[in-house]
């Protein structure tokens, strides 16, 4: 990346508000010509911080924000001790020291989405330091959620093109569709996404889709606890075989374009859907080994293929097209053929054994 | 014109030379500045070299610990 479009600040950015704080009121440095004096205690990451400089005037959001997941990473903490069970965070720095380097740092701060792009994908300001309020997909969401559901909604999954999201077509951006809360968080401490109530749901816009009169004959004959919309309406999705651990590339990664169909693992209230869309998770038994040997010790008893709303939703896809493409269609299900020996035991409670026909 | 006022004269646009001289001293001191043509507090070096690509080809050798982030 060009050290220009990193640093540069652009003249747009003398009409934002926050220019009047002058740069070293959020940065630190000195206000001096001389290059070395003035970025002499500079804080490139004032944001990260909650409780500074953004917390003067978005306190009520810096709150909140202290028990998001984006800012906690509660979710991906939570998953990794429970395939870890019975070891836990404060017997094991084994698995802690895993949690910091490898998961923690994935958090984002206020300046991450609203600045510049995330370290993960080496920073640098997005827009000359003009300050989003709605943050910019492809810069910001994009360079975490690259290869999964961001990437599948812009169609560009971790550098390779694909069919982007009928709703990214429609030019809709995420928050068209998730409530600003899923970002900065519901001011609850949150432990994972499947317990945030605000999530979207196609029948907040798509009202009485499934419905016996409805002119579309699919929507007729399948009702929602049968499957989610995903099944018929999402396409192949990117899915994950291991996970970047070791720096020395010991530990590497997979990824195939696959569609799978599976087992509804979570049913409840909001999700009674029987058949879901899966995605594999970047998960294997010994990908921590460079910390701790055998340190995901439950491993067996987590499904590493797990219900997904994928980000890629079209109109029409080879589902829709024709009753064979589904009905009678092992390929396109979770199924025994599906499972590998290193996979865990536990994928055979979401592995569909019969197939649905006619 | 009388020798007297000459004298007055000169330490007049003396005085007022040396006024103009603590002034500019004094306004150097002050916090705040002028960035392109606007009022900026505590910026004016920092945005002279960050909104320069040129200067900012120069910045590359600040370590990475102190690049631009959120």
């Not at chain 1, 001096?32 to 002499?40: G, L």
């Not at chain 1, 432990?191 to 929507?219: A, F, V």
């Not at chain 1, 040997?293 to 439950?298: I, T, V």
Request: glycine content about 8%; hydrophobic content about 30%.
């Amino acid at each position: 990346m060009e050290a220009t479009d990193k640093y540069l600040v652009s003249e747009e950015f003398l009409d934002d508000y926050h220019s009047q704080l002058g740069c070293t009121h959020c940065h630190g440095g000195e206000n001096v010509a001389d290059m070395e004096r003035a970025h002499q205690g500079l804080d490139p990451r004032p944001s990260a911080d909650l409780e500074g400089v953004c917390a003067d005037c978005h306190g009520d959001i810096t709150e909140k924000y202290e028990g998001a997941l984006h800012n906690t990473v509660e979710g991906i903490r939570r998953g990794l001790e429970e395939l870890a069970y019975p070891r836990n965070y404060e017997e094991n720095p084994g698995l802690l020291q895993a949690f910091d380097e490898k998961c923690s740092t994935c958090h984002a701060s206020c300046g991450e989405c609203h600045v510049s792009r995330p370290t993960t994908v080496e920073g640098g300001l997005f827009a000359g330091h003009i300050f989003t309020s709605e943050a910019p997909i492809d810069e910001t969401c994009w360079g975490c959620h690259g290869a999964r559901s961001a990437g599948e909604y812009i169609g560009n999954v971790d550098g390779q093109r694909t069919i982007p999201d009928i709703h990214y077509q429609a030019g809709m951006s995420c928050s068209d569709c998730h409530d600003v809360s899923n970002f900065h968080g519901s001011g609850e401490f949150e432990t994972g996404m499947r317990e945030i109530d605000t999530l979207p749901n196609c029948q907040d816009c798509h009202r009485d889709i499934y419905s016996e009169n409805s002119e579309i004959q699919e929507h007729a004959v399948h009702d929602e606890s049968m499957m989610s919309c995903n099944v018929c309406h999402s396409i192949q999705n990117n899915n994950c075989y291991g996970c970047h651990v070791a720096e020395d590339g010991s530990t590497p990664v997979e990824s195939r374009f696959q569609f799978k169909i599976g087992l509804n693992e979570h049913q409840d209230e909001d999700r009674p859907y029987e058949y879901v869309t899966l995605r594999h998770v970047p998960t294997t038994e010994g990908m921590l080994d460079v910390y701790e040997s055998d340190l995901l010790e439950n491993f067996d008893n987590i499904p590493t293929w797990k219900m997904t709303t994928s980000h890629n939703i079209q109109r029409a896809t080879p589902q829709t097209r024709n009753c064979d493409n589904c009905h009678g269609n092992e390929d396109i299900f979770l199924t025994e053929d599906d499972l590998t020996e290193d996979c865990p035991e536990a994928n055979r409670k979401i592995m569909v054994e019969e197939v649905p026909g006619f | 014109m009388a020798r007297r006022t000459k004298r007055y004269m000169f330490l007049g646009v003396f005085a007022a030379f040396l006024l103009l001289i603590v002034g500019f001293l004094l306004y150097q001191q002050l916090p705040g500045g002028v960035v392109a043509g606007r009022e900026s507090p505590d910026s004016e070096n920092c945005y002279n070299c960050h909104s320069n690509p040129e200067m900012i080809e120069e910045l590359a050798v600040i370590p990475e610990e102190a690049a631009a982030g959120g």
